[in-house]
């Protein structure tokens, strides 16, 4: 029986975990639910899944969240303070699965407690790696990735001084064939209407400007200890092939499976074991064919600005994180178009100073800078 804590319950990766748990209730107990906002949801889900402890960060909707828990046997909290708190509680598993920079402190504090992350938040190992991968080799956690091409890479890999390349696979996004002139103008919706994964809006988003990939380099870089110029990326539309490694005898190790977030929190959550899940069986003769192109990097500028971020290291990742949230947030609310998303995050980019980061408060002085600079170029671009 594992014990597991779910940041971010009421997301998308939070749905996909509950309803993992809750079918396999001989092989996890629940032990904290928290939420952003959400306290309604939130409420339910405790109730429902039989948590014992849920916290919502949001510290004004306290009263609300332990009225709607009253009588129900689990205890309500609120505040950041409590998150990270929380997120350090004794259990066997905590699964980080809020989004953007905001889940850093919490993630951080179960990695210093020494507990196992499953990890999907990717934003928090993009802005402080160094500090994440340093605390869990001192605590003595691991780090188990969920986001679906980690997942599939973290099972083919062998020997990380054997590896020739690590490339991650991309869908290319629901805008992979359009033209820049076509890009100027599609709206929120028709950007988080992902061809083949369902996802929560800002990743979707990430996914349409290839951001997400670029992210995702960073992302294995940490994970794995792979120098950047041994990190590539593959456009493969069907989704169905997540991750390949390259070892140097030339043989390709690659980790298939359905688009469907369920089998790589399966994995993380089984790990080292393997569990059943409910998802639609890969049928390759039903798929028929695997198709795999090079990224275009004129029309999705976001991936060359990831590179360049993650070449350049130091401050440079947190900031192009950053500022691509605050960017997103302005796309979902309408506030700018979608080509604007990367003009934002290369405008930040140029006006901030490169600098190393080497510890929280840096890397907490580099996202306030970051957001304060994009959210002035957000705004200017608003006006126009
Ligand atoms: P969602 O937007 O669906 O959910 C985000 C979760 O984070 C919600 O529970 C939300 O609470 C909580 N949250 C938001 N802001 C805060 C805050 N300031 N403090 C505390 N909690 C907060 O996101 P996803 O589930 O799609 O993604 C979660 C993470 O996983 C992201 O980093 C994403 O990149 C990564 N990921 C997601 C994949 C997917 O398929 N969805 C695939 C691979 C990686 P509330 O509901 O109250 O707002």
């Not at 290839?210 to 992302?219: A, F, T, V």
């Given at each position: ?8 319950a ?59 828990l009253?009588?129900?046997?689990v ?43 499953a ?26 990735p ?6 599939a ?13 690590i ?10 064939t ?14 988080v ?10 990743i979707?988003?990430d ?48 980790q ?82 979608f ?46």
């Amino acid at each position: 029986m594992k014990t597991v804590t779910v940041l971010g319950a009421t997301g998308s990766i939070g749905a996909s975990t509950l309803d993992l748990v809750a079918r396999n209730p001989d092989r996890f107990r629940l032990h904290a639910v928290t939420a952003g906002r959400d306290w309604e949801r939130l409420a339910e889900l405790a109730r429902t899944h039989g948590a014992r402890v849920a916290v919502i960060a949001e510290e004004s909707h306290y009263e609300r969240l332990a009225e709607a828990l009253s009588g129900s046997g689990v205890e309500a909290r609120a505040g950041a303070a409590a998150l990270a708190q929380t997120a350090a509680e004794p259990v066997d598993l905590v699964v980080a699965a809020i989004v953007g920079a905001a889940g850093l402190a919490p993630t951080l504090a179960a990695l210093e407690a020494g507990t196992t992350v499953a990890l999907a938040n990717k934003e928090a190992l993009i802005c402080a790696g160094e500090l994440m991968t340093a605390a869990a080799a001192r605590s003595g956690a691991r780090i188990l990735p969920i986001d679906s091409e980690h997942n599939a890479i973290f099972q083919v890999l062998e020997d990380v001084e054997r590896i020739a390349r690590i490339v991650l696979t991309a869908s290319g996004g629901p805008f992979r064939t359009l033209s820049l002139n076509e890009m100027a103008r599609v709206t929120p919706e028709q950007a988080v209407r992902h061809p083949n994964w369902s996802m929560g809006a800002k990743i979707s988003v990430d996914s349409a400007t290839l951001m997400n990939k670029g992210l995702e380099l960073i992302e294995a870089h940490h994970l794995f200890g792979v120098a950047p110029d041994r990190l590539g990326v593959l456009v493969h539309p069907q989704s169905l092939v997540h991750g390949l490694v390259e070892y140097v005898d030339g043989s390709v190790l690659a980790q298939m499976g359905p688009a469907d977030m369920r089998v790589p929190i399966a994995h993380a959550l089984a790990w080292p074991e393997r569990m059943p899940t409910p998802v639609d069986r890969l049928c390759l003769a039903t798929a028929g064919r695997l198709d795999f192109e090079e990224p275009d990097r004129t029309r999705f500028p976001a991936l060359a600005l990831a590179e360049a971020a993650l070449a350049a290291g130091g401050c440079r990742p947190c900031a192009l994180s950053a500022a691509n949230e605050v960017a997103v947030g302005a796309f979902l609310e309408g506030r700018i178009g979608f080509l604007d998303i990367a003009a934002v995050v290369e405008e930040t980019l140029a006006a901030l100073p490169p600098a190393p980061v080497s510890t929280l408060q840096e890397v907490a002085e580099v996202d306030a800078a970051a957001r304060a600079a994009a959210r002035s170029f957000v705004a200017h671009r608003a006006r126009r």
